[in-house]
């Protein structure tokens, strides 16, 4: 992986903002998570999600929050973005949506007994992100942060983020998916103390839906519908070479980190 880093501010708005045009390819593709995920939450955390007041941020179309909902969570998504708000509430209605981001949280002070980012804690500055974060959380609390990442030391994945690096000169996927695992980016301010586990899943899926999955990833959706629509024709004939049935096993690492609120 390369260096672990946030973008730039102007770089970040410009990326976060492309999924919106985007969210039903989101919503469609993306990876869910496994539930080994939340048990090792529920672990981490000290409680039980049934039952606990969550905020799901940065919630995008709800592919995490509808997960903490299902567990019985009293849950409510935060997401800044018109069309995945949009996408969100088509997917979840009954689950409430409430319009900001991780650096100033439309929530009340010690409200929480569980603060979640799926994905998304990399498009906060955590100087502020931090801060917020342990205003919300009651006592005992816990800050959850996640992130699916491609499995390198499987060779086709590997050779996908190769072949991802030489056409756009970076590694969206693998670049972004590493951004805040390291605790000491995840929180500059050193006031959490994070605790790090890695879950290993897999899914099964078509060839096409796997290349609709990394082409809604935001490294993609800015270099332009004909830039990426090369990459993507191109993959899909390396892809049908190593999987001649056009089944492919993604597999995932959860890059998890859980802190309690003091």
Request: glycine share 8%; proline share 8%; net charge neutral.
């Amino acid at each position: 992986m390369t260096a672990p880093s946030h973008p730039t501010p102007a770089h970040a708005a410009t990326r976060a903002h492309s999924f919106n045009a985007a969210a039903a390819q989101y919503a469609a593709n993306r990876p869910s998570y496994p539930p080994a995920l939340l048990d090792t939450i529920e672990e981490l955390s000290g409680r039980p999600l049934a039952g606990a007041r969550v905020a799901d941020i940065g919630a995008g179309t709800g592919i995490a929050t509808a997960l903490l909902h299902t567990r019985g969570a009293h849950v409510v998504a935060v997401e800044p973005g018109d069309g995945m708000t949009a996408q969100f509430r088509r997917a979840l209605p009954d689950v409430p949506v409430v319009r900001g981001d991780g650096n100033r949280l439309p929530l009340a002070t010690a409200s929480l007994d569980l603060l979640t980012y799926a994905q998304s804690w990399h498009w906060t500055d955590p100087a502020r992100s931090v801060p917020e974060a342990l205003r919300v959380l009651r006592p005992g609390g816990a800050l959850a942060l996640w992130w699916n990442t491609g499995a390198l030391d499987v060779p086709w994945i590997e050779a996908q983020a190769n072949r991802i690096e030489r056409h756009f000169g970076i590694d969206p996927l693998v670049r972004k998916n590493g951004d805040a695992t390291h605790i000491a980016l995840a929180d500059p301010t050193g006031s959490l103390a994070f605790t790090r586990r890695r879950i290993r899943w897999s899914r099964r899926v078509p060839v096409d839906l796997h290349l609709a999955n990394i082409g809604s990833h935001s490294g993609f959706l800015v270099q332009g519908e004909q830039r990426a629509t090369a990459f993507l024709t191109e993959e899909r004939r390396h892809l049908l070479a190593a999987f001649p049935d056009g089944t492919i096993e993604e597999t995932y690492d959860v890059e998890l980190l859980v802190a309690t609120s003091p």
